[in-house]
């Protein structure tokens, strides 16, 4: 088999996340202050794909170049591929095609996030060499997701929101395919929402007698492209956090659970109750900092409490009335 390559889904609208999303890519939002794109990079990395293209939009592609590089520092070489328009998953994959060549490929949502990482799922389909492999995860509402109908671990069908769903087996956001996907998207018309979907191109390698086969997640999976579900995988990153501080705590705070300060951060009067990590070069100052928040870089807070939330880099709270919880402030 020719060597797997990675694709990285970094383009799209990001219409959910708005506002912040107007002046930054959600890819770049921080979970325990690294970009949820960065934790894409790894994952593949950490499979052995080391070979990767990153969709870019033009709004948002010069950010993501910046942030990610050319890939070295991950120990992968990045290609930046730029689709004009958000015109769906399977447009982006046929956008990549000189990339990708006649490369098996991985393809991976840029704001998606997963426990597990994906080493188990990249070697099961280097052994059975199937057309496609597909990711899935039980889930409550199936009727909210694209969902599979399997016989075995063999794919049979695809449903985008069922209102009777087949199972409770929602897609996540990590695809295995070989080349016969491009033949497959360049058959597809615009679905109802006006993209070329993905799901549908699976539902042709099906149809045509090509096999899909299907692997179920153990760990958790987040699509991180809502507020809510950012603050749940901020939550779910942190609750592995390593303990350790590396800047300068006074005696006058009390510091508690997992707490994470990073390099030239100064805390005083204050109490910091973990899970929660404080970025490089942060000011507390007489404040109280409750669990499950990330504290980016250079961000200043003084006389204000905060918990369960995401502060980016450089933000300032100060002087605050009330306790700020479940936010995200840029
Ligand atoms: P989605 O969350 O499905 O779409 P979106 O980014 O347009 O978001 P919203 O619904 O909030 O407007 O996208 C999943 C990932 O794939 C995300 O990282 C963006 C990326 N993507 C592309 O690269 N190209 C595309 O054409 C689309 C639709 C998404």
């Known amino acids: ?72 520092a991950f120990g992968a070489t990045i290609t930046y591929i730029t689709q004009d328009r958000p015109d769906g998953l399977a447009h982006a994959v046929l956008t990549a095609e000189d990339f990708l060549g006649s490369s098996p490929f991985v393809m991976y949502l840029g704001d998606n996030l997963l426990a597990e990482g994906i080493t188990r799922l990249v070697s099961a389909f280097r052994d059975s060499q199937p057309d496609a492999l597909i990711l899935l995860t039980k889930v409550d509402d199936p009727s909210s997701y694209g969902v599979a109908e399997l016989d075995g671990d063999r794919v049979v069908r695809l449903v985008e929101k069922p209102k009777d769903p ?20 360049r058959a597809l018309e615009p679905s109802w929402r006006g993209e070329l979907e993905i799901t549908e191109a699976i539902d042709r390698l099906i149809e045509s007698g090509k096999r ?65 990590i404080i970025g490089r070069d942060a000011r507390i100052t007489d404040a109280f900092i409750g669990p499950y928040t990330s504290i980016g870089d250079e961000v200043e807070v003084s006389r204000s409490e905060i918990e369960n939330s995401i502060l980016l880099t450089g933000a300032r709270v100060t002087d605050l009335g009330t306790r700020m919880e479940a936010c995200l402030l840029g």
């Open 1 to 72: 088999m020719d060597d797997l390559k990675g694709l990285i889904l970094s383009g799209g609208a990001g219409t959910r996340l708005r506002p912040i999303t107007h002046t930054s890519a959600k890819q770049l939002v921080p979970v325990a202050n690294k970009p949820v794109l960065f934790y894409g990079i790894e994952a593949l990395v950490e499979a052995g794909v080391t070979e990767i293209g990153i969709v870019i939009a033009p709004e948002t592609g010069d950010e993501i170049r910046e942030a990610a590089g050319d890939g070295s």
């Open 212 to 276: 899909v086969e299907s692997q179920v997640v153990s760990g958790w999976w987040k699509d991180t492209g809502q507020l809510a579900d950012m603050l749940e995988a901020n939550r779910l990153v942190l609750e592995e956090l390593a303990p350790r501080i590396d800047g300068e705590v006074s005696d006058d705070c009390r510091v508690e659970s997992r707490v994470a300060v990073e390099a030239g951060a100064v805390i005083s009067g204050s109490v910091v109750r973990g899970p929660a």
């Open 166 to 185: 087949p199972s409770d087996l929602a897609l996540v956001g990590v695809y295995l395919f070989g080349p016969t996907i491009f033949e497959a998207a």
